[in-house]
């Protein structure tokens, strides 16, 4: 037992002080990396890099054994996969550079979240669709998450702009040039309209169902993300999460669930909005009464 402890004791005394200097570095590092993990999640670079990791763990495993052809041909490869690697992770590494260019030495890792723009966007959303579904006009919104929808806003027009009421309705008015597509909004400001979506696999759809709602049930099954549906037949008001549809929504029922699906649970500021936007609703309806009632006299 001594042997153990005084083995032990030399071990640790082979070892440097670790200092203060030391400390930080091992932190700031774990925060990068932590970072970094955070936006390969949020893109569709997860399977490869588990796909490096098994490589990874392949050449261990080859040199382990003492497998010289093989460790000849798996240090080759990564050898060369460091540049795969490079052409493969190009949109996520020029992004991440765009970003430190345009950012502060602060704000470069962290993802700067827009409440008050995801709230107007909610509020002018519910306006708009509450007057494309009088209207019978298709609509398909995607609200972006965690997972970033680059390759279906190549497929459209890039945008830059805060969400409008009247704006939307503009873009689906079925004589606007990019009424046929999506509208995808990433934290609270549209980024892409005419977007193409991957329409959905499941068999088991109601045929009631057209191409729109499947492309919004597909891009919910494909992602995280959040999407609103006008029906062009029906004008009825849908929204897919998780490849789940819920169908014939009130105004008021879907202001409440983007609100829950998108901004942070606090139930007084939900409840005031929540009126707030009764208040808009009711108001826009009365005065549609009233020039009703003025044309019948």
């Not at 932590?34 to 490869?48: A, D, E, F």
């Not at 008021?252 to 901004?263: G, H, M, V």
Request: some cysteine; hydrophobic content about 45%; glycine content about 8%.
């Amino acid at each position: 037992m001594e042997q153990i402890i005084q083995r032990i004791q030399e071990t640790f005394m082979g070892f440097p002080p670790i200092g203060i200097a030391d400390i930080l570095d091992i932190l700031i590092m774990a925060f990068i990396f932590y970072k970094l993990l955070m936006i390969v999640r949020r893109t569709s670079s997860g399977q490869v890099m588990k796909g490096v990791l098994l490589v990874i763990v392949a050449f261990v495993v080859v040199s382990a054994f003492q497998l010289r052809m093989l460790s000849y041909l798996m240090g080759k490869v990564l050898e060369y996969g460091v540049l795969a690697l490079v052409i493969l992770f190009q949109p996520e590494i020029r992004r991440f550079l765009e970003q430190m260019g345009r950012s502060r030495i602060g704000s470069v890792f962290v993802r700067e979240e827009t409440p008050g723009e995801l709230e107007n966007a909610i509020t002018q959303t519910v306006l708009a669709y509450t007057d494309l579904s009088r209207t019978k006009t298709g609509a398909l919104m995607v609200f972006e998450r965690k997972n970033q929808l680059d390759d279906s806003i190549k497929t459209g027009t890039a945008l830059d702009c805060v969400v409008n009421a009247e704006l939307l309705k503009n873009i689906f008015w079925n004589k606007a040039p990019l009424h046929d597509g999506a509208v995808i909004v990433r934290g609270g400001r549209i980024v892409g309209a005419g977007c193409m979506l991957p329409l959905s696999g499941n068999v088991n759809l109601s045929r009631e169902l057209g191409m729109r709602h499947r492309a919004g049930i597909g891009a919910s099954e494909h992602s995280d993300a959040v999407v609103a549906i006008v029906s062009e037949e029906t004008g009825s008001i849908s929204v897919a999460v998780g490849g789940m549809l819920k169908r014939h929504l009130a105004p008021e029922t879907l202001d409440r669930l983007l609100r829950n699906e998108l901004l942070p649970q606090n139930d007084e500021s939900d409840k005031t909005k929540f009126n707030f936007l009764n208040i808009i609703l009711k108001s826009k309806k009365g005065e549609k009464a009233d020039v009703e009632e003025d044309k019948r006299q």
